[in-house]
């Protein structure tokens, strides 16, 4: 018989948080509106009514050192001083070398029951329910920067399943810089700020990261995908996920299949524009961190379904003439399409950024029966790299004990000792064969879930550092990206390659980049040539004969609009029964109403005017940016000083029409910008023509009443944005 630990901080079972005292307990949960949410109180310690030093001595004071007098020397004896200020000194360990700023969430994974003919994996079973911790990040940038910069986005799973912990590191991009995980160094030191003075923060608009991916072409696929829209996500919530590389997938019968994972948001895949994502980096650096947490705590679970594209296993490993070993490729969806394997939705928040979402330590490499890696030769070198990396990140080999990293699987291993064992052991034959132990553990076959590497016959073959042909095709598949996207988001495109390309200060790689967008396509070359002012280089290779992909455009389809914000700019002139009952309408679909008005404190509700609830003011015109929402009402044509102003000219009998206050013509006009749904009633025609806002254009409705408002603005967020608003690219 294998035996367990019977240390429970070996890893054997998942170990609940204590609990706080009664006492200890935080206020009541809220929503961002200030509703109850109903979830348990925040916990706001982490046990016991008395703070105690580390060993459990009750203290009577932390606020003063100990000291000879009042006026006195400080003593070296006063251990509480010590202890408070050495652990304080080591509270920080070194952040992640990439994806270093991260959000995460708590959920759970049930499977369909549809991966059985390809995988054995037990928790793709039908209605099998695995418990994950999902973790989104950002790749450049440090961990205290902003969530809204232009990147790649990690989409990092971990399946606590009963086989043991599965981990899918992916990202929300499909595709990847480079084919061989030996030059990771080299795109993150291009990427990562400059070493002389360390700028930019969280940004690729710089020389070093345009030099190498100009010259190290095979990077050009990844790029165009980090120049789209794709680069700006709306949300965590409205990304794709994908696993990348292709896996290997076993059956029960032993067969094998080769798969390419993908996330699908229920949401849609969204994004900002480009100036939005701007301004929300300066005014609300942790808008996605926010935004699922927010999410979350409301009740608004955020969805995705996993689905695989499965291709037959054969010595080639291609499809459709697509290197399936070549991370820089995909497999078009209308050539494979994904088929829906399970279904996660996140259910909970963090309790502690530090223990939960700092500590948690993923590796592609955590892999469960039926599910195995193949050669793509990228993932090779992540196998050894993530291992690796949490012994100096999480300080030695044992952060597998770290609850947030504890396999809910019982866990029987013989490795020992080592820089923050916690568990304490039994026996004393940790090493195989023994006779001391009873001859345990023992080793596990096929038959009782043991994870066996499929047995791939491998070719007669000599050591090269060589690649094969089909890794040199840099371009064909770029193009097939941009020839797949739709006006708005070509332009998009254009404009983030200008952008970039403009923030560079040498001419060279302005120009090589400029060969590189040549062999995308012409059009793209010469708008972006253009805008930096260069001549546009003819295409060094044949362009390719590629077929747009549907699938990879963003457009074109309707969405669910739940969790989505909405502006309700409004003043003591506004129609606040139309206000309330919009507010109503809009929490009842299950979006987020926020009043935005002069100042703070609540709307109507006076005796002498309006009699109705007060209505809680959200935002004022001073703390509102329009990027906070996802679409606008106004409610009239606020005034400078509406409500001073208002109430006086009203009682005086002689209403005075102020201008429009100029942060409301901001609000509207930013907006408007962005082609976000825009409604009013109420007068609101006069703010329109103030901002020079045309009333009839796509995605304005001016409208009779608070409600039919609502109702034009809601059809147009239903495809998130007014898209015909943007101009075509040329
Ligand atoms: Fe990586 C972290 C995703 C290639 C080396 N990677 C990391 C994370 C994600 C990815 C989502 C954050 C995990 C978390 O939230 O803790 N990485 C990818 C994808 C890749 C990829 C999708 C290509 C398909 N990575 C890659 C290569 C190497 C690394 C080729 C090294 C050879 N990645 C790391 C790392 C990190 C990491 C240094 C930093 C922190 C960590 O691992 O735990 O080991």
Same mark, same amino acid.
């Given at each position: ?6 240390d429970?901080?070996?890893?054997s079972?998942p ?6 005292a009664?006492?200890q307990q935080?206020p009541e ?5 200030g %509703? ?8 706001v ?12 001595a009750?203290?009577y004071?932390t #606020? ?8 006195g ?6 251990h509480h001083? +010590?202890e408070? &200020? ?11 070398v ?18 059985a003919?390809v995988?054995?994996a037990?928790?793709l ?10 973790? /989104?990040s ?12 232009r990147?790649?986005?990690? /989409? *990092?799973?971990?399946?606590y399943?009963?086989e043991g912990? /599965?981990d899918?590191?992916?990202?929300? &991009?499909?595709v ?8 990771f160094p080299?795109?993150?030191h291009?990427?990562?700020p400059?070493? $002389? ?7 690729? =608009?710089?020389?070093t990261?345009?030099?190498f991916? @100009?010259?190290?072409?095979e990077a ?7 120049? @789209?829209d794709?680069?700006?996500p709306? @949300? ?5 996920? !994908?696993?990348?590389h292709t896996?290997?997938?076993?059956n029960?019968?032993g ?5 390419? /994972?993908?996330w699908?948001?229920k949401?849609?895949?969204?994004s900002?524009a ?13 808008f ?9 705590e ?9 689905g ?5 296993d054969?010595?080639e490993q291609t499809?459709?003439?697509i290197?399936?070993?070549d991370p820089t490729?995909?497999v078009?969806?209308?050539?494979s399409?994904v ?7 996140l259910?909970?928040n963090t ?6 979402t ?8 955590h892999?469960?029966?039926?599910i ?5 030769p990228l993932?090779a070198?992540?196998?050894?790299s ?5 012994? @100096?990140r ?5 952060f597998?004990?770290?609850? &947030?990293n ?6 029987? $291993?013989?490795?020992?000792d080592?820089m923050h064992?916690s ?22 076959? *096929? $038959?009782t879930a043991? !994870?066996?590497?499929t047995?791939?016959p ?10 094969p ?5 840099h !371009? ?5 990206f ?7 988001e070509?332009?998009?495109?254009v404009?983030?390659y200008?952008?970039e390309l403009?923030?560079?200060r %040498?001419r060279?790689?302005?120009e090589?980049t ?5 062999n995308? #396509?012409?059009?793209?070359?010469? =708008? ?8 546009a ?5 044949p362009?390719?004969? *590629? ?7 963003q457009?074109?389809e309707?969405?669910?609009t739940d969790g989505?914000v909405?502006g ?8 606040l029964?139309?206000v309330?009952r919009v507010r109503?309408?809009i929490r009842?679909t299950g979006?987020?109403p ?20 007060p209505?809680p003011?959200? +935002?004022?015109?001073?703390?509102a940016r329009?990027v906070?929402?996802d679409a606008l009402? !106004? ?5 400078? *000083?509406?409500?001073?102003?208002g109430?006086?000219d ?6 005075v029409p %102020? ?6 013509l901001?609000?509207?006009t930013?907006?408007?910008?962005h082609?976000?749904p825009?409604?009013g ?5 006069r ?6 806002v045309?009333s009839?254009?796509?995605g ?14 809601l059809a147009t967020?239903?495809q998130?944005r007014?898209?015909?608003?943007f101009?075509p690219?040329?």
């Amino acid at each position: 018989m294998a035996t367990e630990n019977s240390d429970s901080t070996a890893g054997s079972q998942p170990v609940e948080p204590r609990q706080p005292a009664p006492d200890q307990q935080g206020p009541e949960t809220v929503s961002p509106t200030g %509703q109850p949410t109903g979830a348990a109180p925040a916990r706001v310690a982490q046990s016991g009514a008395y703070l105690t030093t580390a060993q459990g001595a009750r203290l009577y004071d932390t #606020d003063h050192s100990l000291k000879a007098g009042e006026r006195g020397p400080v003593l070296i004896q006063d251990h509480h001083l +010590r202890e408070k &200020i050495t652990h304080f000194d080591h509270e920080r360990i070194p952040e992640r070398v990439v994806h270093a700023r991260g959000a995460a969430a708590h959920g759970v994974f049930q499977g369909y029951g549809t991966a059985a003919e390809v995988s054995k994996a037990a928790f793709l079973g039908k209605d099998v329910e695995t418990p994950v911790f999902v973790r /989104f990040s950002t790749v450049l940038g440090s961990r205290g920067s902003a969530d809204t910069v232009r990147d790649t986005r990690g /989409f *990092a799973t971990k399946f606590y399943t009963e086989e043991g912990t /599965f981990d899918l590191v992916g990202n929300n &991009i499909p595709v990847f810089f480079i084919q061989d995980a030996i030059k990771f160094p080299d795109i993150i030191h291009a990427g990562k700020p400059h070493p $002389d003075r360390e700028i930019p923060q969280a940004q690729s =608009a710089h020389d070093t990261f345009w030099d190498f991916v @100009s010259l190290h072409t095979e990077a050009t696929h990844h790029t165009l995908w980090n120049m @789209s829209d794709r680069g700006i996500p709306r @949300s965590y919530r409205m990304m794709e996920g !994908f696993g990348i590389h292709t896996f290997r997938l076993v059956n029960a019968a032993g067969d094998s299949a080769l798969v390419k /994972f993908h996330w699908k948001p229920k949401l849609g895949v969204h994004s900002l524009a480009w100036e939005e994502a701007q301004l929300i980096a300066g005014t609300d650096p942790d808008f996605h961190r926010r935004d699922l947490h927010d999410a979350i705590e409301a009740g608004a679970y955020p969805q995705w379904e996993l689905g695989i594209q499965v291709f037959p296993d054969t010595p080639e490993q291609t499809f459709e003439g697509i290197d399936l070993l070549d991370p820089t490729k995909i497999v078009p969806e209308e050539l494979s399409p994904v088929q829906p394997i399970g279904l996660m939705t996140l259910t909970a928040n963090t309790t502690n950024y530090f223990a939960e979402t700092e500590q948690v330590a993923f590796h592609p490499g955590h892999l469960v029966p039926g599910i195995d890696v193949t050669d793509d030769p990228l993932l090779a070198g992540r196998l050894f790299s993530y291992l690796d990396t949490q012994i @100096s990140r999480l300080g030695g080999p044992n952060f597998g004990q770290i609850p &947030i990293n504890r396999a809910h699987a019982p866990v029987n $291993d013989m490795l020992r000792d080592g820089m923050h064992q916690s568990a304490v052991h039994t026996g004393v034959a940790p090493y195989r064969p023994n006779s001391l132990d009873g001859g345990c553990p023992f080793l596990a076959g *096929a $038959d009782t879930a043991a !994870f066996v590497e499929t047995p791939v016959p491998l070719p007669e073959t000599h050591k090269v550092r060589e690649a094969p042909a089909s890794f040199s095709d840099h !371009f064909s598949q770029p193009r097939l990206f941009w020839l797949s996207m739709s006006p708005p988001e070509r332009e998009h495109v254009v404009a983030a390659y200008t952008f970039e390309l403009n923030k560079c200060r %040498q001419r060279t790689v302005q120009e090589r980049t400029l060969e590189v967008l040549a062999n995308i #396509d012409p059009g793209l070359c010469a =708008a972006v040539a253009e805008g930096l002012g260069l001549p546009a280089p003819a295409a060094g290779v044949p362009l390719a004969a *590629a077929e747009p992909s549907p699938a990879l455009s963003q457009l074109g389809e309707t969405w669910p609009t739940d969790g989505r914000v909405i502006g309700i700019v409004a003043d003591a002139a506004a129609d606040l029964d139309g206000v309330r009952r919009v507010r109503q309408k809009i929490r009842d679909t299950g979006m987020t109403p926020l009043v935005i008005a002069p100042t703070g404190g609540t709307l109507g509700g006076t005796p002498d005017g309006d009699s109705g609830e007060p209505l809680p003011v959200e +935002r004022t015109y001073a703390t509102a940016r329009s990027v906070e929402f996802d679409a606008l009402l !106004f409610s009239g044509a606020p005034g400078a *000083a509406a409500d001073a102003l208002g109430a006086r000219d009203a009682k005086a009998g002689t209403p005075v029409p %102020q201008d429009p206050d100029p942060r409301v013509l901001l609000l509207l006009t930013e907006a408007y910008r962005h082609g976000k749904p825009l409604g009013g009633w109420n007068g609101a025609d006069r703010l329109l023509a103030a901002a020079a806002v045309d009333s009839s254009a796509p995605g304005v409705a001016l409208a009779d009443d608070a409600t039919s408002a609502l109702d034009a603005v809601l059809a147009t967020l239903t495809q998130h944005r007014a898209w015909d608003r943007f101009p075509p690219a040329a």
